[in-house]
């Protein structure tokens, strides 16, 4: 075996040094001239930094790294699981990942990659749809794990895009300023086939992290005309690309009040295509409008992802609560030990998903370890349904706590900061820790960065409709119909014929 290097391991530096490549991205009507300083995508970059180093740390060095055959020290976010090991390995890995971001950064380095993955995993469809786009999969792995890329994930369209009825190729608009152009398609679509890769104009959502990550994957929808049908990569910068973000919701100083909400945001954005080219060696898939029926299966591991990173997170939220109580006292009342108690159920209910669907995990066709699906959408509608009501509890256990915060600059004033210790003296925890624990339980339920959070576990990687109508389709009976039709003395395969016929399609039936 070749001495091992580590030279493909990017540091933090590294990765911000890499975000500085002149791409287009607006913020309130300016254009931003460097992601990794401004107040609007700073934090989140170094967020990201910070994982970056991990991968250098002694002590996780070898959670968030492996080493390949070859004796290359490779990020491990782009290793593909073949054993159950190795899937075990990616959960520490997401886990170490979560805990770093408290679980709040839904698209950590390993998230999309994990989509990517999906495509390894299931490399025999793309092969039976596109044979000469396949290879194209396994080289783009290579090439991401080589420059240690982190990617957003662009599936969603613009709800505007259901107007693309409207819209025909070549069709001119009058635009302010700006004369009469050629009008974008409302729905992502290939504008331009060439030998050499596709042009594609239009525009794509909500694309968290993209504007500071290095690349994306694009992933349209089902039930589309094959030119709005591709699967392909790019990178953030190019030419043609404009990356629109959302208002920031984290607070650009640091501040003890709110210890989460002013670390730094992922960043959400609108994404537009001014006629990118795309190199045919980054594409995936063309012109297969059925392939992304297959997305509950590609999708699993990058489902199964944020249901590790929810597990996480509940847990905090049960440490969370469980300072609340002591910090005022509460613990005698059995109303609160109940709704403790409900957050607990909420974690342990999480975890046992998570371990279920790793302990199901498959081998696929293409060779490639896979957690189970059933658990994993199922545990992803529990981690959903759960949410809110979970963040509810918190918010109740902590009364008028949260809402009653104080600046560090009230404490520091001569005066007044003697008598605020005081007064604020939590039952267990001294004015200033009480005032930082209120302001993370703020952070979490009730402000503007906790609410996009909450939108962020209701709608990424789809809504809980749709995960249903998945769950409805994925989840195999044909066992249980078998066995009550005989304990009933039925004909067997008359009756089992409908959840035989399901199980065969195995694909969501929404339209
Ligand atoms: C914070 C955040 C981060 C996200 N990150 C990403 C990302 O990184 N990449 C990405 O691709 N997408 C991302 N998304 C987008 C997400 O995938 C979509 O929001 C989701 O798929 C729902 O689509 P929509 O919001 O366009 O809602 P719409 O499709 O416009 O639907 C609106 C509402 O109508 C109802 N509805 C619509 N259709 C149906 C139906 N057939 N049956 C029943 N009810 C229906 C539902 O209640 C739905 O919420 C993110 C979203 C959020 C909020």
């Given at each position: 075996m070749a001495a091992e290097t580590d030279r493909f391991v990017k540091t933090g530096s590294d990765y911000k040094a890499s975000l500085r490549d002149g791409r287009v991205v607006w913020y309130s009507g300016e254009r931003i001239g460097d992601v990794t300083t401004h107040p609007a995508t700073a934090g989140g970059v170094q967020w990201l930094a910070d994982l970056h180093d991990l991968q250098h740390d002694a002590e996780h060095r070898d959670t968030a790294t492996y080493v390949r055959p070859d004796g290359e020290r490779v990020s491990r976010t782009w290793q593909i699981p073949r054993t159950p090991d190795d899937l075990r390995a990616r959960r520490e890995l997401t886990e170490l990942t979560s805990r770093r971001t408290l679980?709040?950064?839904?698209?950590?380095?390993?998230?999309?990659?994990?989509?990517?993955?999906?495509?390894?995993?299931?490399?025999?469809?793309?092969?039976?749809?596109?044979?000469?786009?396949?290879?194209?999969?396994?080289?783009?792995?290579?090439?991401?794990?080589?420059?240690?890329?982190?990617?957003?994930?662009?599936?969603?369209?613009?709800?505007g895009a259901r107007a693309k009825e409207k819209w025909s190729l070549g069709e001119r608009v009058a635009v302010d300023g700006h004369g009469d152009i050629e009008r974008l398609p409302p729905l992502l679509r290939v504008v331009e086939r060439r030998d050499?890769?596709?042009v594609i104009a239009g525009a794509k959502i909500v694309g968290t992290v993209l504007p500071q990550a290095q690349?994306?994957?694009?992933?349209?929808?089902?039930?589309?005309?094959?030119?709005?049908s591709f699967w392909c990569a790019l990178p953030a910068n190019a030419d043609g690309v404009h990356i629109v973000l959302r208002q920031a919701v984290s607070r650009p100083e640091p501040t003890r009040e709110h210890p989460l909400a002013s670390r730094g945001e992922e960043m959400d954005c609108l994404i537009i295509?001014?006629?990118?080219?795309?190199?045919?060696?980054?594409?995936?898939s063309l012109g297969d409008p059925a392939l992304p029926l297959e997305y509950g299966d590609i999708g699993a591991g990058e489902h199964w992802h944020t249901l590790i990173r929810m597990t996480v997170k509940a847990e905090l939220l049960v440490a969370l609560t469980q300072m609340i109580i002591d910090a005022l006292g509460t613990t005698k009342v059995a109303k609160v030990r109940e709704l403790a108690a409900d957050v607990i159920l909420y974690a342990q209910g999480l975890r046992a998903f998570t371990t279920a669907a790793e302990n199901s995990a498959i081998v696929t066709e293409s060779g490639v370890a896979w957690p189970g699906v059933d658990f994993v959408t199922a545990g992803r509608v529990f981690g959903i349904e759960q949410y809110g009501r979970i963040i509810e509890a918190v918010r109740e256990l902590a009364g008028q706590g949260p809402l009653m915060l104080f600046s560090d600059a009230d404490f520091r004033q001569p005066e007044l900061g003697?008598?605020?210790?005081?007064?604020?003296e939590g039952f267990d925890m001294v004015s200033e820790a009480k005032n930082a624990l209120m302001g993370l339980v703020w952070d979490i339920t009730s402000d503007g960065y906790?609410?996009?959070m909450d939108y962020f576990e209701r709608l990424?990687?789809?809504?809980?409709?749709?995960?249903?109508?998945?769950?409805f389709g994925e989840y195999d009976r044909v066992a249980g119909v078998e066995w009550l039709a005989e304990f009933l003395g039925l004909p067997v395969d008359q009756v089992a014929e409908p959840a035989r016929r399901l199980a065969a399609r195995r694909k969501p039936m929404l339209g």
């Open positions: 679980g709040f950064f839904g698209r950590q380095l390993d998230n999309i990659a994990f989509t990517m993955i999906g495509l390894a995993a299931y490399e025999h469809l793309f092969r039976r749809s596109n044979p000469e786009l396949a290879d194209n999969i396994l080289r783009y792995i290579r090439h991401a794990e080589e420059k240690n890329i982190v990617l957003a994930g662009l599936i969603a369209d613009p709800q050499d890769g596709i690349e994306m994957i694009i992933i349209t929808q089902p039930f589309v005309a094959p030119e709005e295509f001014d006629n990118v080219f795309v190199p045919i060696e980054r594409v995936f003697p008598l605020l210790t005081q007064v604020v906790g609410m996009r990424n990687g789809y809504p809980k409709f749709f995960l249903k109508e998945r769950l």
